[in-house]
């Protein structure tokens, strides 16, 4: 098993009345509520925190990309991800993802998690999301209906990019480069494994099989909700005879909060998950899908965008009580939250796990707190899962032996003897 | 109207069929052919009318062969010669408008008529258009008509968003055609045809609603500034559906090229 501690990293700071007074969280959300000497505690925090996960002995700590969004401060996770590779040791670095298809040319997202796992010494998991039709096509502009195809030229271009050891011309239809000459490399050889999150489509689906990429379904519906989606994926794997049923070809955000009991999971977390149910996911229903974003097929089998709600938001005003049940989240006591997450591994067949501990507006010490007790009492109960799949590293960082860390410079002392002067 | 269809090189057209007299060309806007089938049956009335579907409007297969604005100015002449039409009246509404001004430039010695009736395809920062891909159902009704609340009212019969089936049913038709529409005019619809106005040598009338909330008349002025033979109907109680608010005075100023 797989266990990737992630931060969204929302805005903690959007007024009571938010969802009553704004228009949406994402696209337009009033830039007037981001305040740039807040953020530069916040980001800290944040980054600390996730430091703090690869400490108490997670698997992976994760970032993704989201453009002007109120529960999403990481335009460029791959900023981020730099400056985490320099301050941890043996953790992944897990990169869920960067939207390949709005990079000019996509070739600088091969260059860059090149970088970064050069930096990290092999620890980079890639990650390559068609993206929300917010952040696509809203924020970025992209054409929804010629999406998909830009998308899949821009992982043609970056897979060759990284197998090709002469330099080629790749002319596509939306990137023209005559050179292209992959500078640095990866360490990992051809590539770093590579997730996809996906939001259903049959024709994603088909992508990861096609590719041996990992399938990962990034919802905040929770894993009852999710399993329908994960089923069809399992149901695709078996149709199409893929050579084993690894779960490690899948994985799952859920949204956690860990306490000493049950009771304390609520006094603890519930107005943190109330602020990121009911705050940060009111999202305008008319960017949740551009016309042509999804495809035909994927709107025919019924699945519906998780945004595509009803206007006034994407949860009714949800008690701690219904998300529980309804397993949006899972929260309580040690004991609980292992009991829940065995039926999520085991019914979403998920080797890859992405633990959503930071949740809306809580503070630094009660996710240490939640990640803590999660870390210690929950994750080693967990990890017996899949014996037969132990092995299957296709889909893991695989890091050098031997890997140098940050701050080993020589002191000023020693310099002058070295240098021989 | 009778619905027909054709072969083309890049894929097979439907189009609506009808009328007698001198031949004319009308190209629907992003919203397809459902508003204007009164006014295309009055249109019939003194035109031999040709209305053909963007692929993927109506029952028509989508293309995917179709990208960029140059893909559509080309195919939507390659669906008037495969209708056999040569120099015939050119009109286009909205979308439509755009198109057949990209025809009319590309091709100048082939329209000497040419109606555009509250055309897209500019773009003024001082006045921007709003984001017809971004509007929930019951937000058209202000920017499409003049009288917001019959215009409601014909655009919610036999329409239930809470009905699942409906509901699905209708996302697919907008993935299809409003995706077909994005590919021109996504996220703004601003192509360039702006810079190569100049180029159209056609009789021309452009045809706006005064009231019009999605385009506003206001870009009928660089319409007329750039196309040099080009003459202005402003049309009174009419929004952007001109065609369906009132199809007589188009009709009428249409007319008049012939």
Request: aromatic fraction near 12%.
């Amino acid at each position: 098993m797989k266990f990737t501690w992630f931060n969204l990293m929302p805005w903690p700071y959007l007024p009571e009345d938010f969802r009553q007074k704004n228009h949406s969280v994402w696209v337009d959300i009033d830039s007037k509520l981001f305040d740039p000497e807040k953020s530069h505690e916040l980001y800290n925090t944040y980054m600390d925190l996730l430091e703090y996960a690869a400490k108490v002995g997670f698997d992976g700590i994760g970032v993704n990309e989201h453009h002007q969004n109120g529960y999403g401060l990481m335009p460029s996770p791959n900023l981020i991800a730099a400056s985490l590779a320099r301050r941890t040791q043996d953790v992944a670095i897990v990169v869920l993802g960067a939207s390949i298809a709005l990079y000019n040319p996509p070739l600088r997202v091969a260059e860059e998690f090149a970088m970064l796992d050069c930096i990290s010494g092999g620890r980079l998991v890639a990650g390559f999301p068609v993206g929300t039709s917010m952040d696509t096509n809203y924020c970025y502009g992209q054409i929804p209906a010629l999406t998909r195809e830009k998308y899949r030229e821009a992982n043609d271009l970056i897979l060759r990019a990284w197998h090709e050891r002469e330099p080629f011309a790749f002319n596509g239809r939306y990137t023209k480069l005559r050179y292209v000459n992959l500078w640095p490399r990866p360490i990992q050889q051809p590539h770093p494994p590579i997730h996809i999150p996906g939001g259903g489509s049959v024709e994603t689906f088909d992508f990861c099989l096609d590719n041996t990429y990992s399938y990962s379904y990034l919802s905040f519906g929770g894993y009852l909700r999710g399993k329908t989606l994960m089923q069809a994926y399992w149901d695709r794997v078996a149709e199409r005879n893929t050579s084993d049923l690894s779960p490690y070809r899948a994985g799952f955000a859920q949204t956690i909060c860990v306490a000493e009991t049950d009771q304390e999971a609520e006094r603890l977390y519930s107005e943190h998950i109330s602020y990121f149910y009911n705050r940060c996911l009111h999202v305008y229903p008319g960017f949740a899908d551009a016309p042509g974003y999804r495809t035909i097929k994927t709107i025919q089998k019924g699945v519906l965008s998780q945004y595509a709600r009803p206007a006034g938001g994407l949860f009714p005003e949800l008690p701690w009580k219904d998300l529980v049940e309804g397993g949006y989240i899972v929260a309580g006591s040690p004991e609980t939250v292992r009991q829940r997450m065995e039926e999520l591994i085991q019914q979403l067949r998920v080797g890859n796990v992405f633990c959503l501990l930071h949740i809306g507006d809580m503070p630094k010490e009660k996710c240490m707190y939640s990640t803590r007790l999660f870390a210690e009492k929950v994750m080693p109960r967990l990890r017996n899962f899949f014996p037969e799949y132990e092995s299957d590293n296709r889909f893991w960082s695989k890091p050098l032996a031997r890997r140098v860390s940050a701050g080993a410079l020589p002191a000023d002392s020693e310099v002058a003897s070295v240098v021989g002067v | 109207m009778e619905l027909k269809t054709i072969p083309t090189p890049r894929v097979v057209v439907h189009y609506y069929e009808g009328g007698k007299g001198q031949p004319l060309v009308f190209l629907h806007g992003a919203g397809g052919l459902d508003l204007d089938m009164d006014f295309l049956d009055a249109l019939s009335q003194r035109f031999h009318v040709f209305a053909p579907l963007v692929p993927g409007y109506g029952d028509s297969e989508e293309c995917p062969e179709l990208r960029d604005m140059l893909d559509f100015t080309l195919h939507t002449w390659d669906v008037v010669a495969a209708l056999g039409l040569r120099d015939p009246i050119l009109v286009g509404f909205s979308m439509g408008g755009m198109i057949a001004s990209e025809m009319a430039a590309v091709a100048p010695h082939d329209v000497s008529r040419l109606a555009l009736i509250a055309p897209a395809g500019l773009w003024l920062d001082e006045h921007p258009i709003a984001d017809i891909f971004a509007l929930l159902p019951y937000q058209l009704p202000h920017y499409l008509f003049y009288d917001e609340v019959a215009g409601s009212k014909v655009l919610s019969t036999g329409t239930d968003l809470s009905d699942p089936k409906f509901l699905q049913a209708f996302l697919v038709r907008n993935a299809r055609q409003l995706g077909a529409a994005s590919k021109i005019m996504f996220p703004i619809p601003d192509r360039g045809l702006l810079t190569r106005l100049y180029r159209i040598q056609a009789k021309t009338i452009l045809i706006w609603g005064e009231s019009d909330r999605l385009i506003p008349p206001i870009y009928a002025q660089v319409f007329l500034k750039r196309i040099a033979n080009a003459d202005l109907a402003m049309i009174r109680e009419a929004g952007h559906v001109v065609p369906y608010e009132k199809p007589e005075a188009v009709i009428r100023a249409i007319a008049a090229l012939a």
